[in-house]
């Protein structure tokens, strides 16, 4: 699996155009941004908004362990904003399948998350801890991101 991000480097209304995108899978609430899920093959997707276009390539690989290829990042966001965080784990060689758990602080109730690998946080007015949990292949490991509300 894999984060392509077409966000356009100037602000735009414009609506971006996915073209080879067979296994694309859409983020709530931006359009820039997709999760592929490919096979062992390469995969070749390309964006376009406006004039500019991006051609994302890439191969799945097999991978000896899970490992995290996008983890959420610690950041400063304004009261009363939106973030979204992201998490992704290569395990393309391990059976079984991928289990995501997104939390918040010392809470060990799941944060409820449409897709598993992304966490969408309307009108956040406190700093916290998010972390994501990732269970696969009876393995466990977690990424945490510090989150600064001013």
């Known amino acids: 699996s894999a984060f392509l991000d077409c966000t356009p480097s100037k602000p735009t209304s414009s ?11 859409d983020i709530p609430s931006n359009k820039y941004v997709k999760i592929v899920r490919a ?3 390469t995969e070749v997707v390309v964006c376009q908004v406006n004039s500019v276009v991006r051609t994302f390539s890439f191969k799945v690989t097999d991978a000896t362990d ?3 290829v996008v983890t959420p990042r610690s950041q400063t ?4 904003k939106s973030l979204t965080l992201y998490c992704l784990v290569n395990a393309s060689s391990l ?3 991928i289990q995501y758990s997104w939390y918040k602080n010392d809470d060990n109730t799941p944060l409820h998350t449409p897709i598993p690998q992304v966490l969408i946080i309307n009108n956040i007015n406190d700093s916290a801890h ?5 269970t696969t292949g009876g393995i466990n ?3 945490t991101a510090y989150v600064n509300v001013i």
């Open 95 to 97: 059976n079984g399948s």
């Open 141 to 143: 490991m977690s990424h």
């Open 77 to 80: 966001v304004a009261a009363g």
């Open 39 to 41: 096979d062992k093959d």
């Open 130 to 134: 998010y972390t994501c949990s990732v």
């Open 66 to 68: 899970p490992v995290f």
């Open 15 to 25: 609506t971006p155009t996915w073209l080879e995108c067979r296994t694309c899978t």
